[in-house]
């Protein structure tokens, strides 16, 4: 099945997408950085990668009506304008690039897409653009009119869906906050997934349930202890956070196994990985030297999933790019053990500096949520093509 998938990053989205068998048409990407990453990828032949179409350009410069017959569109509009450590200014932010994923679907008339980006865009400060995109995206051809404003093209968008005409919608669309852990991540990432059906394949759907979940994991760790004999580690006396003892009482209450996998950990991700030095024996695990502790900035446990990673080199405020060990002591996590915290293959090579790196994977989407996802939106289109 064909797709597009724009605002492409470093191509975690894209790689889960791929995974899940859709083929891209093309991939969209305008930084640097970025674009040299998936370009060196490509050259080197890793998998799904090999195959991309990469054009590296503002999304704005494109015309979409050239590509036709497109299964799924896919992205991340830049998160910036609705990220909780950024200015805030939602629809006012010059990134905000919303209005280009919405012109895309307008343009392509994709059978599905798949848009996500930061949990902030679900606080209260921003629930009217949280309607206006949603409204938007249901109804793509009512487009915004040259000198309106944002608001009163939601006003106008409301009176439509209200109206008998709006009983014509383009895409049925379903949005909500995520945490990329329950969905196989080894990293605590809570981001804003919107999922778009063209009406034709009617309501009968939902978004794809988790797969994963702390409860399971505090099961496997605390009840059934398999968690420490697989890694060969000994066991800690109680759980390793607040969340987590409750996740156990939870499931000691109800004395039964629960049916998910268990969050991936920290542990699970990078255990098998030599302990990092100055020099590059693995490729991007080397040590970045300068971590260090203190309130508020305590780095990701072994045996929980990550924090989620950030884009800053140095991921401030809360030490999110550290690993810290039973005694408290911290180090910066490698390119490459945050390149498997967001589920790169050990083959990908992650381009640049150690502050590019690091900014790329920042803002990366797990491959496993996008596999996931993508793999339900494509059993629903085959489902009702084959009915």
């Known amino acids: 099945m064909r797709s597009v998938e724009l605002f492409a990053g470093c191509g975690g989205l894209a790689l889960g997408i791929a995974r899940a068998g859709f083929a891209h048409d093309i991939i969209v990407e305008r930084d640097s950085d970025s674009v040299t ?7 080197r032949q890793i998998a799904h990668v090999r195959d991309w179409p990469i054009a590296q350009c503002d999304t704005r410069e494109l015309d979409f009506r050239k590509l036709g017959n497109i299964d799924l569109l ?28 919405i012109r895309a679907v307008r343009e392509i008339r994709p059978k599905a897409f798949i848009l996500e980006n930061v949990r902030g865009l679900f606080r209260p400060a921003f629930a009217g653009y949280l309607a206006y995109i949603t409204l938007q995206l249901t109804y793509p051809d009512a487009k915004l009119r040259d000198g309106e404003s944002w608001k009163s093209h939601l006003t106008r968008l409301r009176q439509h869906a209200e109206s008998r005409a709006g009983q ?47 409860e399971a994991l505090a099961w496997s ?28 009482k939870r499931v000691v ?51 929980e999933p990550a924090k989620a990673l950030k884009a800053g080199d140095h991921g401030v405020p809360g030490g999110e790019n550290m690993l810290a060990d039973r005694q ?42 996008g596999q996931h996802i993508g793999g339900a939106v494509m059993k629903l289109v085959q489902s009702k093509r084959s009915g």
């Open 168 to 214: 014509d919608a383009a895409y049925r669309v379903i949005s909500r906050a995520i945490n990329a852990a329950d969905y196989g991540a080894p990293q605590k990432r809570h981001r804003a997934i919107f999922i778009g059906m063209a009406t034709q394949y009617g309501d009968d759907w939902s978004f794809p349930a988790a797969t994963h979940s702390q």
């Open 74 to 101: 896919s992205g991340g509009p830049p998160c910036q304008p609705f990220s909780i450590g950024g200015l805030h200014l939602g629809p006012r932010d010059p990134r905000n690039m919303w209005p280009e994923a």
């Open 37 to 43: 990453t998936l370009r060196e990828n490509k050259m």
């Open 328 to 369: 408290n002591r911290v180090r910066y996590f490698t390119i490459r053990e945050m390149a498997r915290l967001q589920q790169f293959p050990d083959d990908f090579i992650i381009s640049g500096s150690w502050k590019a790196a690091t900014r790329q994977l920042g803002n990366a989407l797990p491959t496993s949520v």
């Open 221 to 248: 760790k605390h009840v059934a202890r398999d968690y420490w004999k697989r890694h060969h580690v000994r066991r800690m006396s109680g759980p390793a956070s607040v969340s987590e003892g409750q996740a156990l």
């Open 253 to 303: 209450a109800r004395n039964k196994k629960p049916d998910e996998h268990p969050w991936l950990t920290v542990r699970d991700a990078i255990s098998d990985l030599p302990t990092p030095t100055k020099t590059e024996k693995v490729a991007g695990h080397w040590q970045h030297p300068g971590a260090r502790a203190y309130d508020n900035h305590t780095g990701s446990h072994h045996d």
